[in-house]
């Protein structure tokens, strides 16, 4: 019994250290039992994602904004996470390192279009291994990654819809009974944000839509 208390112990320890550890350092690390515990609170039974949970990490804290202070730092760590990722999944045509730079930098450019946090990246990840975004076997270049992300961000947004959704429901129902404080913050935040990636989301629909009429223009 105490020899199974003490390994308890040292379990939660080494959780606990994990979890104090910058997310880019944990990255950097190589090691993927440390990145899962540091996904633990983003996901429920049977690996469902908690999007309540993700859509909370404060915005300091997403991609773009950590960019912002150490550009360096947060490409390495996506260069790296991708590494890992593409190592797990066999590919007869990995991605070259160059070729992963390249993708880690056009994650980070397109990230504040929805503001996307690592934990967002690396769950992510975690599903395209598992081949819940179809299987993988030959190739993976940066186009098909950038597809495969985007069906996860339409999740994350609908998702960010239904929450929002909730929130104001729960909102009605509690009235003014004096407890509701929490929630009405709470529910301010993922409207705030809701509304902030309906408007960026329009925007890049209709230049996106441009960029392929001007291409079909071009002699």
Same mark, same amino acid.
């Given at each position: ?7 308890q112990k ?8 994990v ?16 990145i ?9 039974n049977g690996g ?17 904004? =950590? /960019? @912002?202070?150490?550009?360096k ?6 260069s %790296?996470?991708?590494h &890992?990722a593409f190592?797990?999944?066999?590919l007869k ?5 160059d070729?992963?730079i390249? =993708? /880690? @930098?056009a994650?980070?450019?397109?990230s504040?279009?929805?503001?996307? %946090?690592?934990?967002? &990246?690396l769950?992510?990840l975690q ?5 819940e975004?179809?299987v ?10 950038m597809d495969?992300f ?9 998702n960010l ?5 909730e ?9 003014d009974t004096?407890r ?11 409207s705030?944000?809701a ?7 329009s925007?890049?629909k209709h ?11 071009i002699?």
């Amino acid at each position: 019994m105490e020899q199974k208390q003490e390994i308890q112990k040292q379990t939660a320890n080494q959780v606990e250290k994990v979890l104090k550890k910058p997310l880019t350092d944990v990255i950097l690390s190589g090691k993927k039992q440390e990145i899962n515990v540091a996904l633990r609170e983003y996901k429920g039974n049977g690996g469902v994602i908690k999007y309540e949970n993700v859509l909370s990490i404060p915005f300091d804290n997403r991609i773009c904004k =950590l /960019a @912002e202070k150490d550009y360096k730092s947060v490409s390495m760590a996506i260069s %790296a996470a991708l590494h &890992l990722a593409f190592e797990g999944m066999n590919l007869k045509r990995g991605m070259t390192p160059d070729q992963e730079i390249d =993708l /880690a @930098e056009a994650i980070i450019d397109t990230s504040a279009e929805d503001y996307l %946090a690592l934990e967002d &990246l690396l769950l992510f990840l975690q599903k395209l291994v598992r081949g819940e975004y179809g299987v993988l076997y030959e190739s993976m270049d940066i186009p098909k990654f950038m597809d495969k992300f985007e069906i996860y961000r339409q999740e994350r947004h609908e998702n960010l819809m239904r929450i929002k959704t909730e929130r104001h429901i729960q909102h009605k129902k509690l009235g003014d009974t004096g407890r509701s404080n929490t929630i009405d913050e709470l529910g301010q935040h993922f409207s705030g944000f809701a509304e902030k990636i309906s408007v960026m989301s329009s925007e890049l629909k209709h230049l996106r839509k441009e960029n392929n009429n001007l291409k079909k223009n071009i002699p």
